[in-house]
């Protein structure tokens, strides 16, 4: 079972069409239903293999936790969003199942974990990927880049050469355990339209990268959802407790009001909304 878009366009909704090729039974559940209805047409397939967003795995393991959902994945495979380290601890314990990472673009660009899990492979049989800095020149592997430049070897229809993905990934200069020649994406660290400018306390801007915010947002086990939105006022978070946890929403903001500070900004007003 894929819980996907449902928009035909979506990498999300043409895999799993491309996978069922007869051998199994396959199923695309537009990710925008209900989520009383996922869990009633999850129970009803009893799915081995799950695919869908990080996010709204997160949300089906509550669901699974609190009695709703009773299902037993032997595979999870996530993709659409970054799987934090917390999460895929989360879907091992509640399911005892495996746990794969996907990251992939519809221009083509693909990569999957192996079962050594040591980083995402690279399908470079179908692409060119150059991991390159903010001036297009490329970065050596086991070096964060900027940006990612891809071009297909199989898009014939719309040729995609050197097209720019602002994701920031590392590749891992090291071959894997498993023998695959393709190279692994050790690490990706967020978009670099993602990074909020920040006045610095000493002058200046100061470039923060989300992973601060997803430090103090993703240790606190009582937060479902969030959303960062830097206006001209200040910083909004909005999250979504557990039941009955809305009063840790002071001691979040303040530890996230500790580590602005400690990357040397001048910290903005943080505007906190309970969802
Ligand atoms: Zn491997």
């Known amino acids: 079972v894929t819980i996907g878009s449902a928009s035909p366009l979506h990498q999300s909704c043409r895999i799993p069409v491309s996978l069922d090729i007869g051998l199994y039974r396959t199923h695309l559940l537009p990710a925008s239903t209900p989520i009383e209805e996922l869990v009633q047409r999850l129970n009803s397939l009893q799915p081995n293999f799950l695919r869908g967003f990080p996010s709204l795995l997160a949300l089906l393991v509550t669901e699974q936790l609190q009695g709703r959902l009773h299902i037993s ?160 006022d200040g910083i909004h978070l909005r999250l979504v407790f557990q039941e009955g946890k809305e009063g840790m929403a002071s001691s979040v903001k303040e530890r996230l009001a500790q580590q602005l500070h400690a990357q040397g900004v001048c910290c903005p007003p943080i505007h906190v909304e309970l969802v």
């Open 73 to 232: 994945p032997r595979i999870i495979a996530t993709g659409g969003e970054a799987l934090t380290k917390e999460l895929r601890q989360r879907l091992r314990a509640v399911w005892q199942c495996s746990v794969f990472d996907i990251y992939g673009t519809t221009e083509g660009l693909f990569s999957a974990e192996c079962s050594f899990g040591g980083g995402m492979h690279l399908f470079e049989d179908l692409g060119i990927v150059d991991v390159v800095d903010e001036h297009n020149c490329p970065v050596p592997d086991g070096t964060l880049g900027h940006k990612i430049l891809f071009t297909s070897l199989f898009s014939f229809t719309q040729p995609i050469i050197r097209y720019e993905i602002s994701d920031m990934v590392t590749l891992d200069p090291e071959p894997c355990p498993c023998g695959r020649p393709f190279r692994r994406i050790s690490s990706i660290n967020g978009r670099s339209d993602d990074i909020l400018y920040l006045q610095g306390r000493a002058g200046g801007q100061v470039a923060v990268h989300p992973i601060h915010f997803w430090d103090v947002l993703e240790s606190c086990g009582d937060i479902r959802q969030y959303q960062v939105v830097h206006e001209p």
